[in-house]
């Protein structure tokens, strides 16, 4: 069904190599609470807010204007979030008893709720539940491992996917905030979400069927995982052959998949891949493959 191509994983990474990709820090403070404050509090936004972050415009755009700036998507869920966490929404005793009343502020903008909200919700009250058992949310990423803090969380259903999207993601914000400090860094993973996958696919780091992306055929849960291993894979030989750490790769493939390599409209002008690109040469854009609705991507 699908192969890994070693030959253009190489050629990816060696123009990545010419990008001087480099990792964020998470700072942005629209987004983000300040590095000073206490370590218990961003530990607690980071592990929620990444609980509920899965793909947010489905039928229709998550988007609007917040406090006179337009944000669209993950971008103005995590706005929507840093202004939640300024009135103290992240609390694990104030989550495990979260109602929706007060999940509201968080999931809607422009009078639309998210896609799955009130699934959100309980999310957020199974993280403030089994965060407040193992004696907060400091507590519970107080370990020096990737592996460990999968181990940690492998009980939360938020992040009970097997693929470990959620966890490699928080994993990415944690060790770049200077929250935790991983000794096995450097066998972690690009979190693969919907953009990642998109991307592996028309660049042919992943060789697939098109016409079967095409189809809109809906995979089974085994064949997600399978895809979606084999894509992770790909990206951590694509890491290796750049000399990149993944989390960093992850940063430029995200705002990549997003901005450049959009689901509708690929920007192949601006593309730095353009001449090594399968979807180019073949002049067919497929999305990603389609899946059973979770809540992991």
Known sequence: MAAIDVDTAEAVANILRSLEVKRDSYTDQ?????????????AAYFVSMVA????TSLWEPFEGVIEG?????????????????????????????????????????GGRRLWDFHTRVLLLRDVGRK????GGFEALISVDSVKKLRDALSSFRAYE???????????????GRGLASFKDSAEADVPVDNHLSRVAYRLGIVEIDFSFLESGVEVTREEDIRLR??????????AKFAELHPFALDDFLWGFGRKICRREGPQCGVCPFREVCRARKLGRYP?????????YY
């Open 161 to 175: 996917d097997p693929v470990g999207k959620k966890v490699m993601l928080l994993a990415k914000f944690l060790e």
């Open 52 to 55: 509920v972050d899965h793909r």
């Open 69 to 109: 700036e337009f944000f669209h998507g993950a971008d103005a869920l995590y706005r929507l979030g840093r202004l939640a966490y300024d009135k103290g929404f992240f609390k694990a005793e104030k989550l495990a008893e979260l109602t929706p009343a007060e999940a509201e502020p968080l999931f809607t903008l």
């Open 229 to 238: 291993e084999l894509v992770k894979t790909a990206w951590r030989i694509v």
């Open 30 to 42: 629209r987004f983000y609470p300040p590095p000073s404050d206490a370590v218990e509090d961003q």
């Open 287 to 295: 999305p990603e493959h389609l899946h059973l609705l979770t809540w």
């Open 131 to 134: 965060a407040a058992a193992r």
